[in-house]
């Protein structure tokens, strides 16, 4: 009974993280369950893992630029 209580506390206490670090706009509600919590927090990651790829992308760009513009200077 006791580790029971302390798994579902461990897990509260995860939950809870969740959503202190989650942005305001996706916190609609007062109070959100834990599978609406883990829900949203998985699409919040996949938004930053977009725009993680997109920032990439764009850093391998400008990168291939300045290899081209240092080829053609030198």
Known sequence: RAKERE???L???SIEELRRVLPPAFLQQKKLNQVS???LAVDYI???QQRVSDLESL???HEGKRIEFHLLTS
């Open 7 to 9: 798994r579902r506390r």
């Open 37 to 39: 919590t883990m829900s």
């Open 46 to 48: 996949k938004i930053l």
């Open 11 to 13: 897990i509260s206490d």
């Open 59 to 61: 850093n391998g760009i």
